[in-house]
């Protein structure tokens, strides 16, 4: 197993199990297309049962929340629950809800850096920087152990401009790789366009196409039509899956990828996905 294998296959995947429901109790729902009801922050979903399970898991999108099957923690819950507070739940001590609920975003977000610089450190391209990876790596593990006092005021928006800096010259070390090995465009004097940083690509058709090495950073790919389309070396670190075909598509080493944006997609037996990612069990 790689270094970043060994980073992404166990404190990174939500366990809901040794979790107290934090998602299901910290976070607003908006009443929409993903969830059925509207719930202000802090308040238990009405689906929540007193063992901290869902007890609508099993039908979740059909009983109007397919917000719930796409988000993913990155094992921050659990983290939270088990670790910050020692085991000790909010319904136990009352009082710790008025910490324990807003720290959920916070670890979230130190989680997926980890999941990120994970990625990273797995691709022979970004080796340059894999140095300054492992020091980021350690630092962040360092401030997920923090106490609930510490994890309060941590700056995290600070510290993920940190992180987000060695990221995106890692993500075109291993772009620039892939790209490399994409055929020159057949007409003379044309240039393959590489960048789509936070470009608006809501339903566009890029069915077969050889994406490798394209930056989609922050990009709307929203409906998109991907399948078949190989996405290997493309970075996509906060780009927007949602309804997006990636049916036979080619992400198995798509840089930057997550659980919550393959789980935003539709997908088959067909698409191929990066270690670390499952197959969601709502595709057909």
Same mark, same amino acid.
């Given at each position: ?194 960048? !789509? =940083?936070? %470009?608006? *690509?809501?339903? @566009?058709?890029?069915?077969? /196409? &050889? +994406? $490798? #090495?394209?930056? !989609? =950073?922050? %990009?709307? *790919?929203?409906? @998109?039509?991907?399948?078949? /389309? &190989? +996405? $290997? #070396?493309?970075?996509?670190?906060? %780009?927007?899956?949602?309804? @997006?075909?990636?049916?036979? /598509? &080619? +992400? ?11 789980? @935003?997609?539709?997908?088959? /037996? ?15």
């Amino acid at each position: 197993m790689s270094e970043a294998e060994a980073v992404m296959t166990s404190d990174l995947r939500s366990d809901c199990g040794s979790c107290f429901g934090l998602c299901c109790v910290a976070l607003t729902l908006t009443k929409s297309s993903d969830f059925a009801i509207d719930k202000p922050a802090g308040k238990p979903c009405p689906n929540l049962g007193e063992d901290f399970g869902c007890g609508i898991h099993a039908k979740l999108r059909g009983e109007g929340f397919s917000g719930c099957t796409v988000y993913d923690c990155f094992g921050a819950g659990q983290k939270l629950s088990q670790v910050t507070f020692g085991g000790v739940g909010w319904r136990e001590e009352p009082g710790s809800a008025e910490l324990m609920f807003p720290l959920l975003p916070v670890m979230k977000q130190l989680h997926e850096l980890l999941w990120y610089v994970g990625d990273a450190l797995g691709r022979d391209a970004a080796r340059p920087v894999w140095g300054e990876l492992r020091v980021l790596r350690e630092e962040t593990e360092e401030l997920t152990r923090g106490s609930a006092e510490e994890l309060v005021a941590l700056d995290v928006e600070g510290h993920r401009l940190r992180v987000n800096a060695v990221l995106v010259r890692a993500g075109e070390l291993v772009r620039g790789e892939w790209a490399a090995r994409v055929p020159a465009p057949k007409k003379k004097g044309k240039k393959r366009r590489v960048d !789509f =940083r936070g %470009a608006d *690509l809501m339903g @566009a058709r890029r069915a077969g /196409a &050889d +994406l $490798r #090495g394209m930056n !989609f =950073r922050g %990009a709307y *790919l929203i409906a @998109a039509d991907l399948s078949g /389309a &190989d +996405l $290997r #070396g493309a970075e996509v670190i906060g %780009a927007d899956f949602r309804d @997006a075909d990636v049916r036979g /598509a &080619d +992400l198995s080493e798509a840089l930057y990828l997550t659980q919550s944006q393959v789980s @935003a997609g539709t997908g088959d /037996a067909g698409t191929r996905l990066p270690v670390g990612v499952e197959r969601p069990g709502h595709w057909k």
